[in-house]
C-alpha cells in the first residue's frame, strides 16, 4: 500500500546534527489547535497523573497553539494547580524550532479527523519519539515501540504509564530518536517531496 503524505514538513530550523541534551526534567510538548478532539484532555489529564504520581522523575509540559479550547484548558490547570505546564500561544519560526528542541517526546494523543499532521513529520526532524493514536494517516508512519508508543485508548492513565515505560527504557529512546531521523530526513522534507512528485509525474504514461 503506497503512503501518501499530504503536505511537507517545515525543516527550515531542524538541527543538522543530534545534539544530546543536558540533565534536566523530561519534557512532554504538545502542538495543536485548541479544539475538541485534538487531545488536550487526555494530555493534560495524563501530566497531572504524572506529576502526582512518585516516580522520582521531573516532568514539565509545554502546550503551543491556540483555539476556542485554550482558555478553558488553562483554566483547568489553575483549577487543579498542576504544575510545570507552559502554554505558548501560537508559535511559528524560531518559537516554534525551540519548542520542539527542548522537547523530549511529541504527546499527541489525537482523536480528530487526522491526516498526516505536520505537526508529527516536525516533530520526526527534531527526532523527538512520538506518543499518539492511531488515527487516520498516523499509523502509517509511527509504529509502537519502534518510532514511538501508540495506544487505541482515550485512558489519560494508559498514556501516563506509556511515557513513564518510555522515561524507564533511554535506550528504547534513543532507537525511537534515531528511527525518526532516519524516516523524516528520507521522506518530509521539502526536497524529498519534490522528488517524490517528479517521480509520480514521471511514471505516467
Known sequence: MVKFV??????????????????????????AGFVHGKGMDIVLRSFEQLKR????????????GDGPELE???????DKNIPDVSFKGHVTGLE???CFLNADVLFFPSYYAEGLPCVIME???YGLP?????????????????????????????FAEGILSLVREPNLLASMKHANLKIASENFTPD???EKITQAYSSID
Open 72 to 78: 478553558s484548558w488553562k483554566q483547568f490547570v489553575s
Open 53 to 64: 504520581s512518585s516516580n522520582g522523575v521531573s516532568f514539565e509540559l509545554t502546550m503551543a
Open 6 to 31: 499530504p503536505t511537507v514538513a517545515d525543516n527550515s530550523y531542524a538541527p543538522d546534527r543530534e545534539d544530546e541534551k543536558s540533565g534536566r526534567s523530561f519534557n512532554l510538548l504538545f502542538i
Open 192 to 194: 524529498k517531496l519534490r
Open 96 to 98: 516554534k524550532h525551540n
Open 123 to 125: 516533530a520526526m526532524l
Open 130 to 158: 512520538v506518543v499518539t493514536r492511531p488515527i487516520g494517516g498516523i499509523p502509517d508512519w509511527v509504529k509502537h515501540n519502534i518510532n514511538g508508543w501508540v495506544s487505541e485508548s482515550k485512558d489519560p492513565d494508559v
